[in-house]
């Protein structure tokens, strides 16, 4: 039987140079990532695959960029398309591809944009800014959206808020690509949730905070056309010893949805968590150190046997052998050398 091949894309802010995409091909078997192209966009802050994994899009200072992705995992620009507002920090599609959300960190502010059945981004069809103060400390004073995720029965669209401590919840209007808010998702003060992963049964929601270093574990239902999210656990991301002033960053299920992998700039970790799928619940399998500085993304390899972490300050690539099981974290061959990276995709080639 012929064997899955892979490559990943690696979103760069641009200092000085034009390339923000990088693409590797994957070698699964040693764990390690080759340099195949790179693609001149300003600054992606983050990237993301759309669900028929057909298109790519991008955050860039200009707004968003779309592209095909080709047979061989390169890409063919397609559009940008203005969010007629400061840059974004994340976006994400609906579970049809019909609708781009972009979160932004800067303003506030929730731009939703259609998608054309060619992959292309469309006209804005709806703006929704966040208001208010929340807990007035450095940075945490005022709306800051995160992350923008669907439910996976594509109803409701959940925005991390990390000024405002909380994610709110909005019901999607499919024909319109419009927002209604229906419901709150409140966090600890000063917890700051960052980002959002939801199950692919759609039954759970795990938020990761970056100031409290916890991920908080929802259960999520649809009751009497309303959505209801109960909370079942709060883990930590640390280890009971850290450095101090430690933010958590990354949040990323294993290809198998097993695992689920988190990371804290500061103490420099990474770690590891196994998932109930019964329950929901996280069982912490370790917290070990990623040989880098700002892992502000780390993800494990398809196979579940390697994983590497993007250390944003010392613009490397880390990678490990890992043994979720028995909590092993190894160093594995030679750092890779990159400017200010953001998040990893793996993308599976077909054929």
């Known amino acids: ?85 400061m840059r974004g920090c994340y976006l994400s599609t609906d579970y049809k591809d019909r609708y781009l959300f972009v979160a932004g960190y800067h303003d506030g502010k929730i731009t939703v944009l259609k ?28 709306p800051h959206v995160n992350c923008v995720k669907m439910t996976r029965d594509n109803l409701y669209l959940m925005a991390a808020d990390l000024g405002m401590d909380h994610t709110d919840v909005y019901r999607l209007d499919h024909t319109k690509g419009t927002l209604k808010h229906v419901d709150v998702i409140r966090s600890d003060i000063e917890s700051a949730p960052r980002h959002i992963k939801m199950t692919k049964d759609g039954k759970f929601v795990y938020i990761v905070h970056e100031l409290k270093n916890i991920i ?39 290809a198998d949805e097993n695992y689920l992998i988190s990371s804290n700039a500061g103490d420099n970790s990474v770690v590891a968590y196994k998932i109930n ?35 944003h300050e010392s613009n490397t690539l880390t990678f490990f052998t890992v043994d979720l099981e028995k909590g092993l974290l190894v160093m594995n061959g030679k750092e890779v050398s990159i400017e200010k990276p953001n998040c990893i995709i793996f993308h599976k080639l077909e054929g």
């Not at 009497?224 to 640390?238: A, D, H, M, R, Y």
């Open 115 to 142: 998608l054309n059945a060619d992959g292309s981004v469309g006209q804005i069809t709806d703006e929704v800014y966040h208001k208010g103060l929340g807990s007035i400390a450095e940075r945490n004073f005022r």
């Open 277 to 311: 799928h019964e329950t929901g619940e996280l069982s912490k399998l370790f917290c070990l150190p990623i040989s880098g500085d700002y892992p502000k993304d780390a993800a494990l390899f398809p196979d579940n046997k390697h994983l590497v972490s993007l250390n």
């Open 216 to 254: 908080d574990v929802y259960s999520y239902r649809e009751e009497n056309g309303n959505p209801e999210f109960e909370k079942l656990q709060t883990i930590s991301t640390l280890n009971d010893y850290h450095a101090g002033g430690s933010a958590a960053s990354a949040l990323n299920f294993s």
């Open 1 to 85: 039987m012929k064997k899955a091949k892979y490559i990943a894309y690696v979103s760069t802010y641009t200092r000085g140079d034009e390339h923000g995409i990088t693409i590797y091909d994957v070698d699964m078997a040693k764990g390690m990532l080759t340099l195949k192209d790179q693609v001149e966009i300003t600054n992606s802050s983050y990237i993301t695959i759309s669900h028929d994994s057909r298109f790519l899009y991008s955050i860039t200072d200009f707004g968003v960029e779309s592209y095909e992705i080709q047979p061989d995992g390169s890409l063919k620009v397609l559009n940008h398309a203005s969010i007629n507002g």
